[in-house]
């Protein structure tokens, strides 16, 4: 070949390369904007935010004046929520998953369920809201209350188990269940002893998730009508005389944490925002906590299993 | 008792194991069925609270209408005030969230270190993990006095800053499952691309991303309800005074903004202004519902199976 077209061939390849290098400094911009603009969005709530954060703000109720004001009846709030959304959605997207996964026979009664699975999961959260305020509220009579709010955000997070649970159970070779049905176990006894005890840390981590999304959903449960100011908390679940057991926190009116600090973002004086971002600040740490152990829970499962 | 004397008894009561089986398959069925039941449920309430708004709104006055003043003396009710604030904040987050989410997935998926796609992966899923009201704090006390600085005819409350926001908000989604689309293709189109002489961004471009196609068209379909059926970061930054306009530069209220602030209010159950928020919560559902179908129809035409 002669020189010309040599060094013509060359310069295409060098462009070629020259182009790659932008590109990969592109991506690494991009990338650096997204990651630096949350770490800038961390740093602003925690500057502002970190010094109101003392142990009245835990034992505080909300307050006209900002200085006292506190997220007491917001945590108990999302505890007792978090807890009946446990409660429910747990045992339902379990249930769910076993029967997608080891019952279901091949016809369109499963198809439908599937897609309808897909689909609710890019249902927008604030329909769910509209969901429990018709049903729920009004239909059900449950009012505005914890019980409400708990079984919304359960139907939110259902998709999320049961994807999850699929997925854990998926992983279990066959082997395993032929072991058990050679032994003489029904499908039942195959399910609760074999089944269930391996799938239950991917289980888990899909819970998990599926909580960390509902303590900070805020939509829905200002839609079924929460109310944003609450200073007395619901009675409590233990009581000292028998029967030491009560539920009526469960028809409490409540707010929780993202409704409280929705509540300080939207007002206009400063001192209210500085509690909103201290707020904030505790509400990402949670939620950021429980993605974490989800994340790692998953990476050593990953690690530690060998069939 | 003799060995076949117990193994006769226990096959006896067979019958009562063959029934707790099935009892027991029945509750794990319906589990799974509450899905099926939810759509309904939405379904149903959704379309008969809108239906007993549409007995007293004309459907033309509600598509044309160009005013949204619900709950005055002169009530009109044009959907059409709201949906633009949604669209115009959603074109706003999507225009930043689909190019950047883009190139985030074909950064990480064809030219970063295995290392430095095991750090970004997890990170983004962090990201994705952060309670949107916490963004909303985010664009109305951090984001909108930035462009306030750099435009200075900026109102406090606007679009843009919320749509933007929302943007960074949707972008590890987006980015996350188009990764995921890019590393499903097989490595052997990826080799034969680089054995006929290619570049790794012509590769990702001309090979990779077509191959992808339809996993990534399905991410971005999904970064688009998300941005459609946001509430929060519009209820906080964006003002919730219903206003007809396609700036974004302006205050406005959208679909999901308006739910939330009659919802914070204290409407009477069954009252106009109540059933408002199911009819604008369907023309929500009807918007996801389109671009659902919408994303379907790319997914099977561009689907490519090896």
């Not at chain 1, 390849?13 to 961390?42: E, H």
């Not at chain 1, 709530?45 to 034992?59: C, D, H, N, Q, Y």
């Not at chain 2, 059933?275 to 790319?298: E, K, S, V």
């Amino acid at each position: 070949m002669d020189a010309p077209r040599v060094r013509e061939i060359r310069s295409v390849i060098a462009r070629g390369k020259r182009w790659d290098v932008v590109f990969a400094i592109v991506g690494i911009v991009c990338l650096m904007i997204g990651l630096l603009t949350v770490a800038a969005l961390f740093v602003d709530m925690a500057v502002k935010g970190l010094p109101r954060i003392s142990l009245e703000f835990f034992t505080n109720f909300p307050s006209r004046r900002a200085e006292s004001a506190g997220i007491l009846s917001a945590w108990v709030g999302s505890t007792l929520v978090m807890v009946v959304t446990a409660v429910t959605a747990v045992p339902i997207g379990a249930a769910a998953g076993v029967y997608l996964e080891e019952y279901a026979p091949r016809n369109w009664m499963t198809d439908v369920i599937e897609i309808n699975i897909t689909n609710l999961a890019g249902v927008p959260s604030i329909v769910y809201g509209l969901l429990a305020l018709g049903l729920f509220v009004y239909q059900f009579g449950l009012g505005q209350s914890v019980l409400a709010a708990g079984l919304t955000l359960a139907l939110l997070i259902l998709p999320v188990v049961i994807v999850a649970t699929r997925e854990a159970i998926r992983a279990i070779p066959a082997a395993m269940r032929e072991g058990s049905y050679a032994l003489g176990a029904t499908q039942w006894q195959t399910v609760r002893y074999h089944i269930l005890p391996y799938s239950m840390p991917g289980i888990l981590t899909g819970v998990i998730i599926g909580l960390a999304r509902a303590i900070g959903e805020t939509a829905p449960i200002i839609t079924i009508g929460a109310l944003t100011f609450i200073a007395f908390l619901p009675s409590p679940p233990f009581q000292p005389e028998p029967p030491f057991l009560s539920f009526e926190w469960l028809f409490a009116p409540f707010t929780v944490m993202p409704i409280q600090m929705f509540n300080w973002t939207s007002r206009p004086e400063a001192a209210f925002q500085v509690n909103a971002a201290a707020a904030g600040f505790i509400l990402v740490l949670m939620t950021l906590a429980m993605n974490g152990l989800a994340i790692w829970l998953r990476y050593r499962l990953r690690r530690n299993i060998n069939w | 008792m003799t060995l076949p004397a117990a193994i006769s008894k226990r096959l006896a009561t067979r019958r009562g194991r063959v029934l707790r089986e099935c009892a027991i398959e029945f509750m794990l069925f319906l589990a799974a069925s509450l899905s099926v039941f939810t759509t309904l449920a939405i379904v149903y309430i959704l379309v008969s609270e809108s239906v007993a708004f549409f007995r007293h709104v004309p459907v033309i006055d509600f598509l044309t209408d160009t005013q949204w003043t619900p709950l005055f003396d002169d009530a009109h009710f044009g959907i059409m005030v709201l949906v633009s604030g949604t669209l115009v904040s959603s074109i706003v987050a999507l225009a930043l969230a689909v190019p950047m989410g883009t190139i985030i997935a074909i950064y990480l998926s064809e030219f970063s270190t295995p290392g430095i796609r095991e750090f970004a992966k997890p990170l983004l899923e962090l990201l994705a993990g952060i309670p949107t009201i916490v963004y909303g704090y985010f664009a109305l006390l951090f984001v909108t006095p930035i462009l306030q600085w750099l435009i200075p005819s900026l109102p406090g409350f606007n679009l843009l800053s919320a749509g933007l926001v929302m943007g960074i908000m949707i972008v590890p989604t987006v980015a996350s499952l188009s990764e995921d689309a890019m590393r499903a293709v097989p490595a052997a189109l990826r080799e034969g691309s680089y054995a006929m002489g290619a570049t790794r961004l012509q590769t990702a471009l001309k090979v990779v991303t077509p191959a992808a196609f339809s996993g990534i068209a399905a991410a971005y379909i999904l970064g688009i309800s998300r941005a459609v059926g946001e509430t929060m970061i519009l209820a906080v930054a964006a003002g919730m005074q219903p206003n007809l306009t396609w700036n974004p530069m302006e205050p406005a209220a959208t679909i999901t903004s308006y739910i939330v602030q009659v919802a914070l209010g204290d409407l009477p159950h069954g009252s106009i202004g109540y059933q408002t928020i199911f009819a604008a919560g369907l023309t929500l559902m009807l918007i996801t519902l389109m671009f659902n179908i919408l994303g379907h129809m790319l997914r099977r035409r561009y689907r490519e199976s090896y």
